[in-house]
Every structure is written in structure tokens, then in C-alpha cells.
């Protein structure tokens, strides 16, 4: 089945600069990755997803690339603030099928 | 547009009882699909239901069921509790059947089990 591993675990960055999280999948059919944000005491919700057409998708301050044959996909948030501190997941998922979750990157954006 | 509803929002059972956590989800969506969230990890896909019918289940025991009704609210039971079933509960819904799709979260319900 499908594997997705997500680096780092904890990320600490300056405010202003930027971070990058960056994960795998082993299923060369997934097709849809969304990244989801999850602040302190709340759910999950998805901040950007790109499809397996696109290499690139952007949102503001916020962007996502997607290798294929690498298998590998990015999230990008440049000029970094204080309420982008949260947990960070990435996923994976193809079709019909249920979406893999990476573990996680706890996101710390220092003063 | 209400979100997606969980309760209870916390629930402490014993070891060995059963717990039922609920979940409503948007209205018109019809796959509901249930996390578990262990302290400080990830989320752990559970089961996944659309249209009534159980579409996916994770690596859990059979002592982890659900289900889904015809308003497609759904249902999580877990039997049997162990210490380690402690974590936050997590169910989402989406519009369209299958993982493509975004998936929009519940507040979760969090378990715990002496």
C-alpha cells in the first residue's frame, strides 16, 4: 500500500524566512496531495493541494511542487509569520482510494 | 454552511468497556472517513464510509467498526478498550466519494482510557 514519509519532524525558522517541508510516496499511481494545517487545540484543514497534472501550484505566501518521477512533493511558505506556527501534514492519495497521511512537521516560527 | 460535528468532545471510559463517538458530517456530503490522532503523531486513517457502505479500513483490529446511516452520520465503535486506544478521534467528510477530494475535519472526539 501506499507509504508517505514526511522531513523534517520540527522546523524552526526566523520570522520572514522561509520553510520548506518536503515528503515521499511510494505509489507512483497517487494523483492528489494535499497538505493540511493543524494549530494547537484545532482540526486539520487544507491549506493547498496540487494534482498529479501540475508541478507547481501557488497560493499567496504558500506553494507546492510535486516531482513525479522523483516521487516527491514540497510545501513552500515564504515570508514567514507567527500564526503559520502549527503542525503540518502532508498526503498522498490516487482515485478511489483513501488518503495516506505523512507523519507530520511541527512548524515553530521563532521571533 | 455548518462543519462537521463530533461528539461527545470528551469521553473517559475504563479499560476493557466500549466507546461510541459520533460524527455529522457537511450537509450533501456523503464519505465520511474516521482518524485517530495518538499524542503527538500523526493521523492514522480508521475507516472510511460512503453511501452506507464501509469503502476502506486501516491497520486496525475488528474491535475498531463503525457505520454509516442513510442521513450519512456515522458512527465509531470501539470495543474492548486498551490504555493505548487513548488518543483524539478525529472524522471528516467529503463531497465526492474517494481520497481526491477535500476532506473538511470535525473538532474530534478525545478518548481517554484509565
Known sequence: GENVEQHPSTLSVQEGDSAVIKCTYSDSASNYFPWYKQELGKRPQLIIDIRSNVGEKKDQRIAVTLNKTAKHFSLHITETQPEDSAVYFCAASKGDDKIIFGKGTRLHILP | ?114
Open chain 2, 1 to 114: 454552511e455548518a462543519g462537521v460535528t463530533q461528539s461527545p468532545t470528551h469521553l473517559i471510559k475504563t479499560r476493557g468497556q466500549q466507546a461510541t463517538l459520533r460524527c455529522s458530517p457537511i450537509s450533501g456530503h456523503t464519505s465520511v472517513y474516521w482518524y485517530q490522532q495518538a499524542l503527538g503523531l500523526g493521523l492514522q486513517f480508521l475507516l472510511w464510509y460512503d453511501e452506507g457502505e464501509e469503502r476502506n479500513r486501516g491497520n486496525f483490529p475488528p474491535r475498531f467498526s463503525g457505520r454509516q446511516f442513510p442521513n450519512y452520520s456515522s458512527e465509531l465503535n470501539v470495543n474492548a478498550l486498551e490504555l493505548e486506544d487513548s488518543a483524539l478521534y478525529l472524522c471528516a467528510s467529503s463531497q465526492e466519494t474517494g481520497g481526491t477530494d477535500t476532506q473538511y475535519f470535525g473538532p474530534g472526539t478525545r478518548l481517554t482510557v484509565l
